[in-house]
């Protein structure tokens, strides 16, 4: 018999992102939303706010793109080593590009809201996004892939050989000693000539040291836990694939994992504070206020069903500035 899922109160970076950037946008994403996923069950508000949790920016749908079809190249290798070339990359971008292009068009999502639902499109005329945006995602894709395929790093990846490689990139999570969850997904992990486990996140994006110097850390504990890797073995880094694949080291020590630590006993400690009845994860729509800030509203999944938007009901008080970082 199928277990039922439990809304537990977990932590990851992006949970805390969208925390402290709209709390009523983290309200639908995580409470908003919850079985949604369930079209028969769900009522019509919580299966919309699923849909629209499930929309992605052009940048977000890039970003995906490339990460999976990295993904998928480096398991074919390991499985029938299948070389990583830079055509082979493109092509398979390529067909994702298609489908998931064609997904969002028809609207899939209706039915599938997994499916691929763009944010230009949901919020544009649904049918056409300016050509110029829709050639800027096919460069960055192709050329994150490019970078990659003939980067230095990925030649050490190749000639570790598959039998050092960790089975990754998939959502995982370990539990810190308090009993919280900490949900992170590494998305590349190998054993270097030296004998060092190097744990890589790919970045499609500009680099954000603050927090990705604590996702990083994430890893780590993670391999610490899971893998039972000692903290000296182990090195981190994000690659900048759309900046010629760029290895940008992060170094590891017992201060940087206890302040992490520290972080994220502070953000659950906000994230707690708002809830109706905290010890079952309860929340009510009302006490997460909305942000009101342009910049964030206008690019917010959430905007046909925020009152700060339609209107519909009186805004509530604005969370304070420092709520609105990024
Ligand atoms: S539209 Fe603005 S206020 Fe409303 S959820 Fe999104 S970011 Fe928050």
């Known amino acids: 018999m199928a277990r039922e899922l439990v809304n537990e109160l977990t932590w990851s970076v992006s949970r805390d992102r969208l925390f402290r950037q709209c709390r009523r946008a983290y309200y639908y994403n995580y409470y908003g939303s919850w079985g949604g996923w369930d079209a028969a069950a769900a009522d019509e508000r919580t299966r919309r706010i699923y849909i629209l949790k499930n929309i992605q920016s052009l940048n977000m749908w890039a970003g995906g ?6 993904a998928e190249a480096l398991r074919r290798f390991a499985a029938k080593t299948e070389p990583v070339t830079v055509e082979a990359l493109r092509q398979a971008a390529r067909s994702k590009l298609r489908r998931g292009w064609l997904e969002a068009v028809n609207r899939e999502w209706l039915v599938s809201p997994k499916k691929t639902n763009l944010f230009e499109l949901y919020y544009g005329n649904g049918a056409t996004v300016p050509e110029e945006l829709t050639e800027d995602v096919k460069t960055r894709v192709y050329g994150c892939l490019e970078a990659l395929a003939t ?14 490689w960790k089975p990754v990139d998939t959502l995982d999570a370990f539990v810190l000693d308090d009993g919280l969850k900490v949900w992170c997904a590494i998305d590349f992990a190998f054993f270097d000539e030296a004998g060092m486990l190097r744990i890589l996140d790919w970045k499609t994006g500009s680099e954000q040291p603050e927090e990705l110097k604590v996702q ?51 953000s659950i400690g906000k994230m707690r504070l708002p809830l109706s009845e905290p010890e079952k994860n309860m929340a009510r729509e009302e006490d997460f206020p909305t942000c009101d800030v342009p910049r964030i ?5 959430f905007r046909e069903v925020c009152p700060a938007i339609t209107g519909s009901k009186p805004k509530t008080e604005a969370a304070p500035a420092s709520a609105h970082e990024e």
């Open 297 to 301: 509203c206008g690019r917010c999944n």
């Open 65 to 70: 793109i490339v990460h999976d079809t990295i």
């Open 151 to 164: 980067s230095p790093l990925l030649a050490e990846i190749i000639a570790a050989g598959y039998m050092n």
């Open 216 to 266: 990083l850390a994430c890893y780590a504990m993670f391999a610490m836990r899971k893998w039972k890797a000692p903290l000296q073995r182990l090195r981190l880094a994000g690659v900048f694939l759309g900046d010629t694949a760029r290895v940008s080291e992060y170094p590891l020590s017992t201060e940087l994992l206890a302040d992490t630590e520290n972080i994220i006993g502070e």
